[in-house]
């Protein structure tokens, strides 16, 4: 396994005239890092000092991270290849771009034909029916191994207010470009501040004479500093927040272990890890990842 760091010689050729030195497989992979490692192509060497690349692509893995200009901003490619028993590769890649608040999974097959039927929330949830969300709230991460094929799958929240379009209850990739992303993180605020978690609840059903004066007087304060207008849009806002988290509720495996099956060229479940800790809804809000603005 090689590993580079800050390489002035390899750096200054690109990502395509690379891999046309290697293997097919090395070039294949090479290709899937391109998401990250284009970043850096055009960049000085001294701006160059922030990259990172761990080349195994003779044992089908490749690794690109690193932090580039402008604002500091870091982005990372994964790539690893499954071999079957007619020597052909499958590729699984993921990425990841906090600046735009990017993070996603991909093949170079359909997703659906290569891991196990009916993969999704339910593989990792007990809820027989999923509550209808406005917004997509899980994501799966999966964790692409340097050695072996065991592949780890987390299921996460999106981040809350990200507000990505789609029609399920998941996804394998998300982007605040793909939504309509609104700040929200005056919610985090209110919870951290009130004194009586019942509060929320009340919020939610629009019971504002339950709510006690100094709690009632600490929404008033926080409700208008998002893009929250009023405290009947804080309730719809937390009402839909409940939803994600009884959903939550429901996980039974905070991850999920896959092996590759060569035969067959499919993942097949290996493993299926221990419940979530429980935490209540108060708490939920006050750990949970805030969309907001980068640069």
């Known amino acids: 396994m090689k590993k580079y760091i800050f390489l002035f010689v390899f750096l200054t050729f690109n990502c395509t005239t690379y891999a046309q030195t290697k293997s097919p497989l090395s070039k294949l992979l090479w290709e899937n890092v391109e998401t990250c ?12 000092k922030g990259l990172e690349i761990i080349d195994d692509t003779k044992n089908g893995y490749l690794e690109v991270c690193g932090t580039y200009p402008t604002c500091g901003c870091y982005c990372s490619s994964y790539a690893g290849a499954y071999k079957d028993l007619n020597n ?11 600046c735009n608040w990017t993070k996603s999974t991909s093949s170079n097959k359909e997703l659906a034909t290569i891991l196990p039927n009916h993969f999704g929330l339910r593989t990792f949830s007990s809820a027989q029916i999923i509550p209808q969300l406005a917004n997509p709230a899980f994501y799966f991460n999966f964790t692409i191994p340097r050695k072996g094929t065991d592949t780890r ?4 929240l999106i981040p809350f207010g990200l507000n990505i379009k789609g029609t399920g209850a998941w996804l394998y990739s998300y982007n605040e470009n793909l939504g309509k992303p609104k700040s929200i993180t005056s919610i985090q605020s209110i919870a951290n501040s009130i ?8 919020l939610i059903s629009g019971s504002l004479d339950s709510i006690a004066p100094m709690d009632l007087k600490i929404i008033k304060a926080n409700s208008t500093t998002d893009n929250i207008s009023s405290t009947k849009e804080l309730g719809k806002t937390l009402e ?6 009884t959903t939550y509720l429901t996980i039974e495996h905070a991850y999920i272990i896959l092996s590759w099956d060569k035969e067959n060229a499919v993942f097949i479940i290996k493993e299926k890890g221990e419940k979530p800790a429980y935490k209540s809804f108060k708490t939920f809000l006050l750990q949970g990842s805030y969309w907001a603005a980068m640069c």
Request: net charge negative; glycine share 0%; proline share 2%.
């Open 153 to 156: 799958v987390n299921i996460e």
């Open 88 to 98: 052909n590769y499958t590729i699984l890649q993921s990425n990841e771009v906090p």
């Open 240 to 245: 839909e927040l409940k939803k994600i988290y």
């Open 37 to 48: 490692f284009s970043n850096f192509r055009d960049l000085d060497e001294e701006d160059k």
């Open 195 to 202: 004194k009586d978690d019942k509060t929320l609840d009340y």
